[in-house]
Nanobody, 115 residues
Framework: QVQLVESGGGSVQPGGSLRLSCAASGFPFRMYTMNWYRQAPGKEREYAARITTSGGTNYADSVKGRFTISRDNAKNTVYLQLNSLRPEDTAVYYC?????????WGQGTQVTVST
């Protein structure tokens, strides 16, 4: 079965950086576009970034220029590098794959940005 396990979250000061990882299993990882979403307290889950099978990337305007998504097909892992973090980036970050008509999600990893 599909499993997505996020890690790498934590607490940082504004301007800091974190690198999130999502280890995937149960499906042919290299054949699927992978996504990162986030959900801030009291808000709906929102799209953050996407990486296609060929390495093409796309970002939400709110993170463009600060976040970088990448993937390592040999390790079945997708990453999200978070730079220049702001308090409004505080959220639970989720890895996502859409496969065979279903959306799959990990358990999420908490990112907190505060002084």
């Amino acid at each position: 079965q599909v499993q997505l396990v996020e890690s790498g979250g934590g607490s940082v000061q504004p301007g800091g950086s974190l690198r999130l990882s999502c280890a995937a299993s149960g499906f042919p990882f290299r054949m699927y576009t992978m996504n990162w979403y986030r959900q801030a307290p009291g808000k709906e889950r929102e799209y953050a970034a996407r990486i296609t099978t060929s390495g093409g990337t796309n970002y939400a305007d709110s993170v463009k220029g600060r976040f970088t998504i990448s993937r390592d097909n040999a390790k079945n892992t997708v990453y999200l590098q978070l730079n220049s973090l702001r308090p409004e980036d505080t959220a639970v970050y989720y890895c996502n794959v859409y496969r065979s008509g279903d959306n799959y999600w990990g358990q999420g990893t908490q990112v907190t940005v505060s002084t």
